[in-house]
């Protein structure tokens, strides 16, 4: 079928050319052809087309080594994924995973030839790393307390896996102009940070016909990168079995209307912002048919997507226990026994948060404490730090081609320095991104750190911009970039200035967010 966007080719961006020629999904066939030839016999378009497979080349480009990012939707797995993901990454990726800040997980140092064995072993675990990158639907985020969680309105774990389903391998919307985020949640704590997404299903009741029906509202057209947008919360009313169709509607407005000229600008928050509210409502009622107007939001607050301690679950006698994971750097060993210990005390089910953290479920009374006492709750303590629990960060240079600084031991160390010379009542939420593209959300951070060079003495240096003030929720707002770039080395040091200011000037009561 002819689309759109195919009128004036001249228009289009080097991408586009190189998805009309061959779509992402299909380079899927390439995988064995791609693991015999070697990584020097794979063409420099077939490298940006291996994203649909969820792998990009790893820093530096010439070495051969990827990084493949697995989906985790909503953030739940069960003990035997988590044991094949351990398997992975110790038979081919160094030992190493990482937790990101879509509930998914990376490994680094995969090599073309080990692809065929890591597709077989997720296929057989039922996991899949097909479309966690390129330009398509990618890992659905979601509530990680879904189905435990007391204060929840709708369990939204089916309507999650419905959406992935629909979406996973669907060649309908394996070429759109960038990559396409989605959240649904059914809490009232905004876990989905739905705000920054480019479609988000958040939790609300309608009285239709006398009855309160529960449903979602949506929200469009919301990223972060260097020109970060709120998403625009539309008129309308979606009842759960009208999520699929929805999400498709505005996917469907994203494929063919979504710009695709300068990659930078192809992201939906710019046709959303363009077009506005109404226009966009218009465009989407005409491919779902007609949708009642919004009803009453649900949305209480926002958690920041952490859930450290011991709390009781919706289930009488159960709790879950969120435990921080420093970095969210895990071993294979750490993932092996994290799927242990949710065995042997929980129902072996672990969940990933959007801030790099595990949480266990289904821990019944009598397990909590000899839980509490495990060995690696020593380290991946559900009892952190105010700075070290608080904190999240990208890949960064180590393997990222677009980072400017180093991001996880520079954390570590600012972090470590922070709690042992600054004292809070309140945690204080601190993210660094080693670049404008934001992958560690600093614009939603009470403290953001962006990874910048500053030119001293005809040296280029590693520093940060310093970003305050960013929240989600009911008030959100994108945190404001203060003047100037402080040395990456001083960082720590200016933080703790400015808090130690902080404390001597708040007012009563007054927290730093
Ligand atoms: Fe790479 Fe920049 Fe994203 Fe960090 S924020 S992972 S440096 S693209």
């Not at 009488?316 to 799927?339: F, I, N, Q, S």
């Amino acid at each position: 079928m002819k689309r759109p966007w195919t009128k004036d080719l001249s228009k289009l961006n080097k991408m586009e050319l190189i998805k009309l020629q061959k779509d992402g999904l299909t380079i899927l066939d390439d995988i064995e052809r791609f693991a015999t030839a070697g990584f020097a016999g794979i063409r420099a378009e077939d490298i940006e087309l291996l994203k649909w497979a969820g792998v990009y080349v790893q820093k530096p480009r010439t070495d051969g080594y990827f990084m493949m990012r697995v989906k985790i939707p909503g953030g739940i797995m069960n003990a035997g994924q988590a044991r094949t993901l351990a398997a992975i990454a110790r038979d081919y990726g160094r030992s190493e995973l990482q937790l990101t800040t879509r509930q998914a997980v990376q490994f680094h140092w995969i090599r073309v030839e080990n692809l065929p064995d890591i597709f077989t072993r997720l296929t057989a675990a039922g996991l899949s790393s097909v479309e966690a990158c390129g330009d398509c639907p990618r890992t659905v985020v979601g509530n990680p307390l879904a189905g435990i969680d007391p204060d929840e309105v709708i369990d939204a774990r089916p309507l999650v896996e419905k959406v992935t389903r629909f979406f996973q391998g669907n060649p309908e919307f394996s070429n759109l102009p960038r990559k396409f985020k989605i959240s649904i949640s059914g809490s009232v704590d905004n876990p989905g940070h739905a705000e920054i997404n480019d479609v988000a299903f958040t939790p609300a009741v309608k009285e239709i016909d006398g009855e309160q029906l529960i449903g979602f509202h949506v929200m469009v057209g919301g990223g972060l990168a260097a020109k970060p947008h709120m998403a625009v919360k539309l008129d309308i009313f979606v009842r759960p079995e009208e999520v699929v169709k929805v999400a498709a509607a505005v996917a469907t407005i994203f494929r063919d209307f979504g710009y695709r000229e300068q990659r930078f600008h192809a992201r939906l928050k710019f046709l959303v912002a363009d077009w506005g509210e109404a226009r966009f409502r218009s465009e989407l009622l005409k491919l779902t048919g007609p949708l009642p107007t919004r009803g009453k939001d649900l949305t209480r607050g926002w958690n920041g997507g952490y859930y450290y301690g011991v709390h009781p679950q919706k289930q009488t006698g159960l709790h879950y226990v969120g435990l921080a994971v420093p970095g969210g750097l895990l071993t294979a060993a750490d993932m092996e026994e994290l799927a242990e210990l949710a065995v042997r005390y929980g129902d072996g089910s672990l969940r990933t948060t959007n801030t790099q953290n595990v949480i266990l479920a289904n821990i019944a009374d009598n397990k909590v404490a000899a839980l509490l006492d495990e060995d690696l709750l020593k380290r991946f303590t559900p009892f952190p730090q105010s700075f070290a629990g608080y904190a999240v960060t990208c890949t960064g240079n180590t393997f990222c081609n677009l980072a400017t600084v180093e991001t996880k031991r520079r954390l570590t160390s600012i972090v470590e320095y922070l709690d042992k010379h600054v004292k809070l009542d309140t945690p204080v939420r601190l993210h660094l991104s080693g670049c404008p593209n934001a992958c560690g959300h600093h614009q939603i951070a009470d403290i953001g750190l962006q990874g910048t060079l500053l030119n001293i003495d005809g040296k280029a240096i590693e520093a940060f911009e310093l970003w305050l003030g960013g929240a989600l929720g009911p008030g959100a707002a994108f945190a404001t970039k203060l003047e100037g770039r402080i040395p990456a080395g001083e960082a720590a040091k200016a933080i703790e200035q400015l808090l130690n200011f902080f404390q001597v000037n708040k007012g009563e009561g007054e927290t730093f967010a």
